[in-house]
């Protein structure tokens, strides 16, 4: 099985940016948690990270052919891209998004995400631990 774990916009920036609500590790930190959480389940993981979201729909597009599923955290397009939703929607890929914070409680602009109506699950709010969770369903998803 090969997934795509798709970072999304300012998560270049982990370890610096808002440490208090995102944490200290850096994102090279949280790919090397998801390659070892990867190893364990047998699944091959790519990773991009892009901030322009048309590079994101471009990502998302390519996933079609080459991936078995994508575990993408949106960051702030989560909360207003449609075109992200339907490129999600588009493809035949599952794709489930994941969050650092729980989005549920943060500010009001916050709370809603567009983009997580078009996957097929979502997990916010454990951390980095949110990717591994993803993960772990990409691996009990039924036809997988």
Do not use: W
Request: hydrophobic fraction near 45%.
């Amino acid at each position: 099985m090969r997934v795509l774990i798709l970072h999304g916009a300012n998560l270049n920036l982990l370890g610096e940016r808002q440490p208090e609500i995102y944490g200290m590790q850096t994102l090279t930190d949280i790919n090397e948690l998801i390659r070892t959480a990867a190893r364990e389940l047998r699944i091959d993981v790519d990773f991009a990270q892009h901030n322009s979201e048309g590079a994101i729909i471009d990502a998302l597009h390519a996933a079609r052919s080459d991936y078995d599923a994508v575990v993408m955290n949106p960051g702030a397009y989560s909360h207003y891209s449609y075109a992200i939703a339907d490129a999600i929607a588009s493809i035949p890929v599952p794709v489930i998004e994941v969050h650092l914070s729980n989005i549920a409680s943060r500010e009001a602009h916050r709370r809603i995400s567009v983009t997580a109506s078009a996957c097929i699950g979502s997990i916010s709010g454990f951390g980095p631990r949110s990717y591994v969770l993803a993960l772990h369903a990409v691996a009990q998803t039924p036809g997988k």
